[in-house]
């Protein structure tokens, strides 16, 4: 319980090297804390049954209005790289929620998306194909995550992957707040060979409680002119394209 308070969600697999006992040992452990009501068992681990202070993500609609200049320039250069007759995945998120929003005047696109903003911002656009991938909704992000979205998208093979992430590190790589997401993010990635992050710079360096996948796994990075140098550098160094408009 102290280290759930601490970090406010725990990996099983983490758990069981930390105290020298089986993973079984903790998924018992974990069943018997959660009907206390202590914690709230997810996949993999669980999370505080107390609100998150501090370091958690703010719900998406109280972030559309941070850095709207700099998430518009981001949309608008990744727009540019979107080709008309294409199928694309575009996640979650306010950035990239300004990505549909420069999409939503464009023919014959195929988007396929997890994110309820999104397609609520291309419901009027008839000539784009919208597909939406259902789930269970997490509703501080209006998207939807978990098992279902994830079996959905084994099917689904794209020219491009448009997501955003809540955090960016040439060392720790992509990470989220929402350990439940991770499963689902990690599925988004494996959709396409062509995979773009959209993050302004106050992605840049930080270290989110789950890791999703190393940077590499990113074709490349859209980010603004602030984002931090050395972290860049950094990235470009491991064989990824980062632009800053």
Known sequence: ??????????????LARHFGVTEMTIRRDLIELDVRGLVKRIHGG????RPERGSAEPPMLDRIDEQPIEKRRIAQAVAGMVEDGQMIFLGSGTTALAVAQSLADRTSLTVITNSLTVANALVDS???????IGGFLRREELSLIGHFAETTMKDVRVQKVIMGIRG?????????DHLQELMTDRAILGLSDEVIIVADHTKFGHRAAG???????????????????????????????????
């Open 126 to 132: 008839r000539s784009i194909t919208l597909v939406v």
């Open 168 to 176: 960016i590190d040439a060392d720790y790589g992509l990470s989220s």
């Open 46 to 49: 669980a999370i505080s049954s």
């Open 211 to 245: 890791r999703t996948a190393p940077v590499t796994a990113a074709t490349m990075v859209v980010t603004d002119l602030e984002a931090p140098a050395d972290t860049v550098a950094a990235i470009r160094e491991l064989g990824v394209k980062v632009i800053q408009v």
């Open 1 to 14: 319980m102290q280290m759930v308070d601490a970090d406010h969600q725990v990996a099983v697999g983490d």
